[in-house]
């Protein structure tokens, strides 16, 4: 026998796949704010202008929005809450079958996940609209004023609202709530009074840090501040953003919320539009180290629309990563393989136990009779491929033996 010949034969046997991959983990999920609004309901929807075809839809339904709460009458708000209350319901149950475990209300009361809250606050004018180009010129917005000061008015009740969302979910699931974060803020108005954007995004933390700590104290587990506008203009989010960031987290009781940001790169006007201007993901590694040592426990990032270099990851060391991991601007449903392989790619280089996964951004986009039937397959596919992920324990183990206990991910510090 030619022992050579028979040991190179055994060193050419390839390892069985489920040799190397002893483990599989499941992967919570969760979704980053906005589901479609069900016909029925009669709110202005800034996703929906009625020309699909038109991109940079922020602010188009802020007049539309303005006059349906002017016309109000008792008869109609009843009407509208009842609405409200059967969408919840029914959208936070498709969700649930889907398999998300972390559903949202659907963001259903507002015209858009920011301009809603802007409405609540005194120095705020809707009356004087203005025509702006935002997000780094991706495209013009009306947007209201900033005409003085800014403080809260109120007349308006996240933690209520987040209660009757929780009522409208089964018994075992948590409904995140999501506000919008001040940075994100200072991009989405006109400033004709401060002329200072730390200024104003300070004042404007404080606004949201109050509606946090009324969500905690109501029992809301999850809370997630949307800062698109990081990934926008990474500079000012080190100068700045983070710290506010910081601020609208401050003095929740230790262990009582997740503290969630959302972090994308926006999204196009219509679904398949590929010449929108996103912002650059390089981004992501220069805000990821300021995030990680922040108070933030968990960051959502895209990653299905760009691919990003996971190695991103490693730069996440005490910190979740909610990974993007279905595109919402596209009508491709990606298949379940797909997604699962991506996401035991991305298990090289974060530990399970700081994994979860979500679609990149809001599902608003996803609408209609030509798209909405494609939401609930995607969704369902993103929910099955999160479960039963092959990882590397060897990766764990390598921690493990570091000194990090991978069962919980670690500490991170109080806001
Ligand atoms: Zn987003």
């Known amino acids: 026998m030619n022992w050579a010949k028979e040991f190179g034969t055994l060193l050419r046997i390839p390892l069985k796949k489920s040799l190397i991959n002893k483990n599989v983990v499941d992967l919570k999920t969760t979704v980053i704010g906005a589901y479609p609004k069900p016909a029925y309901l009669k709110i202005p929807d800034f996703f929906n202008t009625g020309d699909e075809k038109k991109a940079g839809l922020l602010g188009a339904s802020l007049k539309a929005y303005s006059e349906m709460m002017a016309s109000q009458t008792d008869e109609s708000k009843q009407q509208l809450e009842k609405d409200v209350i059967r969408a919840s319901k029914e959208l936070i149950a498709k969700q649930c079958q889907c398999g998300v475990d972390i559903p949202t209300d659907g963001e259903v009361r507002r015209e858009n996940y920011l301009h809603y809250l802007c409405r609540f606050i005194e120095g705020i004018d809707f009356e004087k609209p203005k025509e702006m180009s ?143 201007l996103k912002a650059d993901t390089s981004a992501y590694r220069k805000i990821a180290p300021a995030l990680d040592v922040s108070c933030v426990d968990a960051v959502s990032i895209e990653d299905a629309w760009c691919t990003n270099d996971l190695s991103l990851l490693r730069l996440f060391t005490k910190t979740k990563v909610i990974l993007g991991t279905m595109n919402v601007s596209s009508s491709k449903v990606e298949t379940v393989e797909e997604m699962r392989s991506r996401l035991a790619e991305a298990l090289k280089y974060i530990e399970p136990a700081r994994l979860m996964v979500a679609p990149d951004c809001g599902l608003g986009l996803l609408q209609g009779e030509k798209y909405g039937h494609l939401l609930e397959q995607k969704l369902t596919n993103m929910c099955r491929a999160a479960k039963g992920v092959p990882f590397c324990a060897a990766f764990s183990k390598k921690r493990t033996c570091e000194g990090q206990d991978d069962s919980q991910p670690p500490k991170k510090k109080a806001a």
């Open 134 to 276: 935002v997000r780094n010129n991706a495209y013009t917005a009306v947007v209201p004023t900033v005409t003085g000061e800014v403080s809260w008015r109120g007349g308006l009740d996240c933690a209520e609202e987040w209660k009757k969302a929780q009522a409208c979910a089964p018994a075992g699931c948590d409904v995140k709530y999501t506000l919008p974060g001040p940075m994100t803020l200072v991009g989405s108005v006109f400033d004709a009074h401060y002329k200072d954007d730390v200024r104003l995004a300070g004042d404007l933390a404080k606004i949201v840090n109050k509606q946090v700590l009324e969500l905690a104290a109501a029992g809301c587990k999850y809370i997630q501040i949307d800062e698109p506008v990081f990934a926008r203009k990474p500079e000012d989010c080190l100068r700045y953003g983070v710290r506010c960031l910081e601020e609208c987290f401050a003095g929740i009781p230790e262990g009582t919320v997740e503290r969630t940001m959302h972090m994308c790169c926006g999204y196009p006007g219509h679904v398949d539009q590929t010449d929108f």
